[in-house]
Every structure is written in C-alpha cells, then in structure tokens.
C-alpha cells in the first residue's frame, strides 16, 4: 500500500494517523501481502472453497410482492413529511 | 493536427423484472403513489435484515448466460457506503468481490463490420431513491419506492470507439435482455440507464488518456449527442489547452448539449466496500444453473434464421418480427393455431403494429393472445369474416379477451352465404342509382365500382366480394 492511498483511505474513514501510526500501518499491511504471497504457493486445485467460516448460505425467499405496511405508519416518526414524502433539508448538489 | 481515437467503456444499469423488491417483498412495480411501496427494510431502519429475491439472482444468470459470462457459483453481497438522502441505509447494497457474472462477450454490427465487446462483469444490487426538490418550501422530497428495486449493472471493457458503436451495443444488449425477459428496459422510464466512461488518445498509442465519465444518460439519442460533445471537448483541450482534463464525474444536459463537471471521480476506496455480514454467500449449484439455463429463448437472430428458412417469411418480415420478444410470441402462437405463418406475419406487420403505433404502444406492451389472432386469421382464409370486419374485431381484441368467432356471430360479422337475400340488396341498391347503371351500360366501367361499394356498405361487408360482384353484374346487365 502507498502512502498516499492510505492518506486518502484515512480521510474517507474519518481517521487521522500521526506519521509513525502510518508507518507501522503500511509496514503491518507489507508483511500482511508477504503473508498472502507466499499462500499462492499452496497447491489448492483439489480443495473446494470454503463458501463461509460457517457451513450456511444466504437463505432467499420466492418473487412474490406482499404490501405489509401503511405509509402513514411508517412516517409516524418522521420530523416533517409532505404529500406522503419524507421533507428533509435542501440539498445541494 | 494530431489523429485521436476514442476509447469507451459503459457501465448499464438495466432493472430487472421482478413483482418484488431485490431485499424485501415490497412492491417493484413502477408508478405507486409515493412512498407506498416501503417497509421498514426498504427504509433503512435499525434492525431490519435482507433476504435475497431468488428470481433476482435467475435474472443475473440469465443475462449472464445471453452475454455469454461465466457464473459465479459462489456469489457474494458487498456494502458501498455514501450518504444521500435517497439511501436510507447510507449504503447501497452491491456486488463488488465476487460478482454473480464475469468475462463475457457481446457482438455488435455496424457500417464498419461486427466486433466483440468484452463484458467484464455483471452485478446485483439495490437501486436508490427518488428526490423532488420543492422550490416553495426549499426542502428535498423523499420518496423510497424505488429504494431496494432490483438492478443488474452490466460492466463493459473500455472496447467501444464511437457514439454508433454505442449505439449498437446498447441496441444489442436491449434486445438480448428483453428477449430473456430480464429487464424491459425501457429508457423513457429509467429502467435501463447507462453511465459513460470516456477518453481519448493519439491514434496507435496504448495509453490511455484522462477519463470523464457522464452519469445516468438514458435516452439514446443524448447518448451520441453527449459523446460527440465530449470527444470535441477532449480534443479542443489537448490541442489548445483551453482547459486541463481531470478525471471526473459530469452530467449531460441535452438541453445546452453541453456537459457539466459534478464531481471529481470517486474510486473503490472512497466507498470503504466491505462484505455484506448480514447476507451470507449465495451458493449457485448445478441444479439451479442447469434449471436456468433450460429457460434461456433462442437468439433473435437463429429465430430470424428458422423464420425464414423453415416458415417461409422474408428476410423483411422476419427482421421486424424478431424486434421483439413478445412479437415472436405473438407470431408462434397464432402460425401454430392457423397454419399460415406468411398471413400472420403480414397481419402482424401491417395491421397489428399499426394498431400499436396508434395506441402509442411498443412492441414489447403487446398482450394479443396469438392463439386468438389465429382463429381470426382462419375465419378470414375459410371465408366466414370479410377482412375488413375482422380489422375491427382485431381492434376490439387489442382491449378486450373476446372469442373471435363468438364475437362475430354475436355482432352480425360473419359472412352471408344467403344469394337470394344478397340479390335483394343488390336490386334495391341498382334501383336506386340509375345513373351509375346507366353510365355502365354505356361503357364506364368504374361505374361498377360505385355500385359495389354501396351493395357492401348494405351488407356490411358480410358478403364474399367475389360473390357480390358476380351478382351485381348480372343484375346490372338485366336492369
């Protein structure tokens, strides 16, 4: 990782690193791809993936449309609603 | 003045066709009220949980398996994180690890030949909602219904090099997606939108140049408009500098024709993606693959072939036929019920699209029973409806679920075989226009033709022509 990608990762994640946190940080990430290099050596053509640390899969349900919810019920804790919308500030784009 | 190349990638958003929500079991149907087809999933609030639309991933596979990508079998959910109003969660629920379609290909024909377009991938994910923004009260309007709605986003490899490849390769991909039912892909109504990444480069260099890409373009023609603008926009700013390109995010205004910076653009970091705890991977065995790809239609272009090979159409009529999924269902079903494939596709291409067109339909909103079309087109062959009764019984068709035959005996359609009384109509009618049978017998022959139009208006066109004109000269020549 570079330095100014993790720059830039600290600021989309609201973090700031002092200059040594950020060279412990990309040396832990160096030695981390070092860690997944040396995996590529592994022989796994005859291993099946692993789907999950768990042995499940994503339960999924039939296309079928159900209404469940009146929209005043909903909008029952909104601050301000108008027409059946939600209001909210301005925005600008 | 240096020779440039366009470089193009698209990325296509096409909704899928599902009842439901991709996460939850809301409505997905277009043009609800505001905000009445929401839950509290939808909504984003705390606690709720995801459960996969299995018909969401079949319609993943199956555009994957029309665009030829190979499967995924271990497909997985991934948060992309932003706020905005219209994303109740502040992420959007997508596929960024382990895409349910990779490594496809689409071909395209255009004045310079066919070419592949490779697809890199095609992923599932959640649309957003819709804001309004209220001048009177400045505040923004939130409606959620189209939050959660089901998308597949098609990725392209940057293969295209101008706007009527483009344009080919969108016109393609739509016909392949309506075809396998995965998407309508109606632009007018934003259920297929496309994203356009552009740059340009000196002919025969392998460097790519600085990239733009216009967000949301969903109408064909602001497409090329848009491309065309900005391919002179690039080259006007490498050649004179009258601007520094930077790779951004733009928006088209078709209006202006011209395209606007929005914001600069984002990469995978600034979405922090990250795996989706709250679904688990969704496993794709060969059951279900194989259970999909039994589903798969024939390609528009070997049905056009078996159209014209086996049932005889022209190449003319085969082309218009297969410009539409519903079309050809419309077609197979009515050939199969008459045995007249040729008349079919002339009542289809004449009569029925300009009854479509009328009604400012498209091709893919047809829900004529082609079953019932063919009863018509026999009662006509067999001579029991005259064809221009059966246009108005087609008309009634287009709106309600009638029997044809019923329908015409019902409302005085079928044709008379009644000689005698066919004579008496003839004879009131020649008594009455004396003039005309004058103007025959001295050798105007069109007389005649005045006279038959009126038997036939008295008749109201239950009479065999042939029939009628037969009679009608006799008693002409008797007069």
């Given at each position: 990782?570079?330095k100014?990608?993790?720059?830039?990762?600290?600021?989309?994640?609201?973090?700031?690193l002092?200059?040594?946190?950020?060279?412990?940080?990309?040396?832990?990430?160096e030695?981390?791809?070092?860690?997944?290099?040396s995996?590529?050596?592994?022989?796994?053509?005859?291993?099946?993936r692993?789907?999950?640390?768990?042995?499940?899969?994503?339960g999924?349900?039939?296309?079928?449309?159900?209404?469940?919810?009146e929209?005043?019920?909903?909008q029952?804790?909104?601050?301000?609603t108008t027409?059946g919308?939600?209001?909210?500030?301005?925005?600008?784009? | 003045?240096?020779?440039y190349?366009?470089?193009?990638?698209?990325e296509?958003?096409v909704?899928?066709a599902?009842?439901?929500?991709?996460?939850?079991?809301?409505?997905?149907?277009?043009g609800?009220?505001?905000n009445?087809?929401?839950?509290?999933?939808?909504?984003?609030?705390?606690?709720?949980l995801?459960i996969?639309?299995?018909?969401?991933?079949?319609?993943?596979?199956?555009?994957?398996?029309m665009?030829?990508?190979?499967?995924?079998?271990?497909?997985?959910?991934?948060?992309?994180?932003?706020y905005?109003?219209?994303?109740?969660?502040?992420?959007?629920?997508?596929?960024?690890?382990?895409?349910?379609?990779?490594?496809?290909?689409?071909e395209?024909?255009?004045?310079?030949?066919?070419?592949n377009?490779?697809?890199?991938?095609?992923?599932m994910?959640?649309d957003?909602?819709?804001?309004?923004?209220?001048?009177?009260?400045d505040?923004?309007?939130?409606?959620?219904n189209?939050?959660?709605?089901?998308?597949?986003?098609?990725?392209?490899?940057?293969?295209l090099?101008?706007?009527?490849?483009?344009?080919?390769?969108?016109?393609?991909l739509?016909?392949l997606l309506?075809f396998?039912?995965?998407?309508?892909?109606?632009m007018?109504?934003?259920?297929?939108?496309?994203d356009?990444?552009l740059?340009?480069r000196?002919?025969?260099?392998?460097?790519l140049g600085?990239r733009?890409?216009?967000k949301?373009?969903?109408?064909?023609s602001a497409?090329?408009?848009?491309i065309?603008?900005?391919v002179?926009r690039?080259?006007?700013?490498?050649?004179?500098?009258?601007?520094?390109?930077?790779?951004?995010?733009?928006?088209?205004?078709?209006?202006?024709?011209?395209?606007?910076?929005?914001?600069?653009?984002?990469?995978?970091?600034?979405?922090?993606?990250?795996?989706?705890?709250?679904i688990?991977p969704i496993?794709i065995?060969?059951?279900w693959?194989?259970?999909?790809?039994?589903?798969?239609p024939?390609?528009?272009?070997?049905?056009?072939?078996?159209?014209?090979?086996?049932?005889?159409?022209?190449?003319?009529?085969?082309d218009q036929?297969?410009?539409?999924?519903?079309?050809?269902?419309?077609?197979?079903?009515?050939?199969?019920?008459?045995?007249?494939?040729?008349?079919?596709a002339?009542?289809?291409?004449?009569?029925?699209?300009?009854?479509?067109?009328?009604?400012?339909?498209?091709?893919d909103?047809?829900?004529?029973?082609?079953?019932k079309?063919g009863?018509?087109?026999k009662?006509v062959?067999?001579?029991k409806?005259?064809r221009?009764n059966?246009?108005?019984?087609?008309?009634?068709?287009?709106?309600?679920?009638?029997?044809?035959?019923?329908?015409?005996?019902?409302?005085?359609?079928?044709?008379?075989?009644?000689?005698?009384?066919?004579?008496?109509?003839?004879s009131?009618?020649?008594?009455?226009?004396p003039?005309a049978?004058a103007d025959?017998?001295?050798g105007?022959?069109?007389?005649?033709?005045s006279?038959?139009g009126?038997?036939?208006?008295e008749?109201?066109?239950?009479c065999?022509?042939q029939?009628?004109?037969?009679l009608?000269?006799?008693?002409?020549?008797?007069?």
């Amino acid at each position: 990782m570079e330095k100014e990608y993790l720059i830039k990762l600290e600021k989309v994640n609201e973090l700031r690193l002092e200059d040594a946190e950020r060279e412990n940080v990309l040396a832990f990430f160096e030695k981390r791809a070092e860690d997944l290099a040396s995996l590529e050596e592994v022989e796994t053509s005859n291993i099946t993936r692993m789907v999950h640390v768990m042995p499940i899969t994503a339960g999924i349900r039939e296309d079928v449309a159900i209404k469940k919810f009146e929209r005043d019920d909903l909008q029952k804790g909104a601050p301000e609603t108008t027409d059946g919308y939600w209001q909210v500030p301005r925005l600008v784009e | 003045m240096t020779k440039y190349e366009t470089v193009i990638g698209l990325e296509v958003h096409v909704e899928l066709a599902t009842k439901s929500k991709i996460f939850c079991s809301c409505s997905a149907e277009f043009g609800a009220e505001q905000n009445e087809s929401v839950c509290p999933a939808c909504c984003g609030m705390p606690g709720m949980l995801p459960i996969v639309n299995k018909k969401v991933v079949e319609l993943g596979m199956t555009a994957g398996m029309m665009l030829n990508c190979d499967i995924n079998r271990v497909t997985t959910f991934d948060k992309k994180n932003y706020y905005y109003p219209d994303l109740p969660t502040s992420y959007q629920t997508t596929q960024l690890f382990a895409p349910i379609c990779v490594n496809g290909t689409v071909e395209i024909t255009t004045s310079k030949g066919t070419k592949n377009v490779r697809i890199k991938q095609i992923h599932m994910e959640e649309d957003a909602g819709k804001l309004v923004h209220d001048d009177w009260t400045d505040t923004s309007l939130v409606d959620f219904n189209r939050t959660s709605v089901p998308l597949c986003e098609i990725v392209s490899q940057p293969d295209l090099s101008s706007a009527e490849e483009v344009v080919a390769y969108l016109e393609r991909l739509r016909s392949l997606l309506r075809f396998a039912k995965v998407s309508d892909c109606r632009m007018e109504q934003g259920s297929m939108r496309c994203d356009v990444n552009l740059s340009i480069r000196p002919e025969g260099s392998d460097k790519l140049g600085v990239r733009t890409e216009i967000k949301n373009m969903n109408s064909i023609s602001a497409i090329t408009r848009a491309i065309e603008y900005e391919v002179a926009r690039h080259i006007d700013a490498l050649e004179t500098g009258s601007e520094e390109l930077v790779q951004e995010t733009r928006r088209w205004d078709d209006i202006k024709g011209k395209s606007y910076a929005m914001r600069n653009k984002e990469t995978a970091g600034d979405y922090r993606y990250f795996p989706d705890p709250n679904i688990m991977p969704i496993v794709i065995d060969d059951e279900w693959y194989d259970s999909v790809k039994k589903t798969l239609p024939e390609f528009p272009e070997v049905k056009k072939a078996r159209y014209v090979d086996k049932l005889g159409l022209t190449e003319y009529d085969a082309d218009q036929l297969t410009r539409s999924r519903a079309l050809c269902d419309c077609f197979e079903s009515a050939s199969a019920t008459c045995g007249m494939p040729k008349e079919v596709a002339n009542w289809l291409i004449s009569d029925v699209m300009k009854m479509l067109n009328k009604k400012s339909m498209t091709f893919d909103m047809l829900s004529l029973d082609g079953n019932k079309l063919g009863q018509l087109i026999k009662l006509v062959e067999d001579g029991k409806v005259s064809r221009a009764n059966a246009k108005k019984i087609l008309s009634i068709m287009f709106d309600e679920d009638i029997n044809p035959e019923e329908y015409a005996e019902k409302n005085g359609y079928i044709v008379s075989n009644d000689t005698d009384q066919i004579a008496s109509i003839i004879s009131a009618v020649v008594a009455g226009d004396p003039k005309a049978v004058a103007d025959y017998k001295s050798g105007k022959e069109k007389a005649i033709m005045s006279l038959f139009g009126k038997c036939m208006r008295e008749l109201k066109g239950n009479c065999d022509p042939q029939v009628l004109k037969e009679l009608l000269i006799d008693i002409v020549n008797k007069a």
